[in-house]
């Protein structure tokens, strides 16, 4: 009976977390925190990883921030690079390596001591940038200096006394030659002038993101790696022997896993649908869909979980035997299935079956069916 609790515990742990809780736990010096409201505490951390709909960040963290949400405050110092995606950014803090923004709309009064690279609507500029600056936004009101290059794709820009680029300064404009420079901000024979549509061509971004705002892309990344690995790393520490045999069905016969996995996902769907044929049932058509969205979420969470453990294990390291050793796991695993997912084709298709091992390891743990050789771990 426990271990069909915590399968069904499992279920429902995507859910819990638009709920305002907090899941958190450090792995050596790195902090791991999501939960719908946040309030970060970075002291004696190196790497801060957060997730969740409003965030602030608080106190000096020696290392890399990776943070994504929906309103971000970032007061505190990082002493490494910050990476951080929302609908809306407000860096107050320093950082001391460089940053990469995409939101709507970014605020950065904090010093930013290597470069700069922001995807958003509105881009205000007030303090200073140590490398160059890379912005595609639609408005930007610059007041600050930039030590490197600046490349500008902006529909509109406002220069404030102190906007200056030490070096080349590249604009991207509809019509070259629309936007004037003041002389302080950079001299004519320091500025390059493209068409926008070189913008498109040649900056550093994924072609994939090219039809999407980054925010987007690199926020929806980031906060399946954050979800995925704590859901993870708690449903393992909460019930580690469920988890484990979850893990060992994978492992030992991913094949049957699949197997049950498909069938279980497919009697959820084909019984929604069965069951909307006798019009009375289309009421219960939408709880189908849910629980099968569920049990999807589910499968990817154990399916990832068990991917880690697999890779940790081929290179050498024991089955994980206590919470750190199945939170690194769990990260590991989230992080090898996200770049596996971005390969073209071949990509979905490692997911669909992921998806579908760890589904099928949830159905033989609860039903053990003996069609799939069900009673045995």
């Known amino acids: 009976m426990p271990r069909r609790l915590a ?28 939960g719908q409201n946040l ?24 290392g890399t921030g990776h943070i994504a949400g929906r309103w971000l405050e970032i007061d505190g110092n990082l002493g490494g690079s910050l990476y951080a995606a929302g609908q809306t950014i407000d860096l107050g803090g320093s950082v001391g390596g460089d940053a990469t923004l995409a939101a709507q709309e970014i605020e950065v009064d904090g010093a930013v001591a290597g470069d700069l690279r922001v995807g958003a609507s509105e881009l205000d500029l007030k303090a200073q940038v140590g490398g160059s600056l890379l912005a595609g936004v639609e408005f930007f009101d610059w007041d600050a200096p930039v030590a490197g290059d600046a490349a500008i794709a902006a529909r509109e820009v406002e220069f404030g006394d102190d906007a200056k680029v030490e070096g080349q300064l590249i604009l991207y404009e509809d019509e070259p030659g629309t936007l004037e420079v003041p002389e302080r901000v950079a001299p004519e ?72 996995g498909f069938v279980g996902q497919s009697v959820l769907i084909g019984g929604g649908i069965l069951f909307a044929m006798t019009v009375i049932g289309i009421l219960l058509l939408p709880a189908a869909m849910l629980a099968a969205a569920l049990a999807g979420l589910a499968g990817y969470v154990i399916g990832a979980y068990a991917l880690g453990v697999a890779i940790l294990k081929a290179s ?62």
């Open 189 to 260: 024979a320091r500025i390059e002038r493209r068409e926008i549509e070189e913008w498109a061509e040649r900056r550093p971004f994924p072609a994939a993101m090219r039809d999407r705002a980054v925010g987007s892309f690199f926020g929806s990344f980031l906060m399946g790696i954050l979800v995925v690995t704590i859901v993870a790393a708690v449903a393992a520490a909460l019930a580690p022997q469920t988890v484990a045999h979850l893990r060992a069905r994978i492992l030992d016969h991913p094949g049957r896993a699949i197997m049950a």
């Open 7 to 34: 399968c069904l515990l499992l279920v429902l742990a995507g859910p819990a977390f638009a709920e305002d809780e907090t899941s958190s736990f450090s792995l050596g010096p790195d902090l791991f925190q999501a």
């Open 316 to 377: 050498g390291r024991k089955l994980p035997e206590d919470t750190g050793d199945r939170a690194l796991a769990a990260g590991v695993g989230a992080l090898g299935a996200g770049i596996i997912g971005l390969i073209p084709l071949l990509g979905w298709i490692f997911i669909l079956m992921l998806t579908l091992a760890g589904i099928g390891a949830i159905v033989l743990e609860l039903f053990k069916p003996r069609l799939f050789g069900g009673g045995a771990a």
């Open 39 to 62: 309030s970060v505490d970075a002291d004696d951390h190196d790497d801060i990883f957060a997730a969740g709909e409003r965030i602030r960040l608080e106190g000096t963290a020696t």
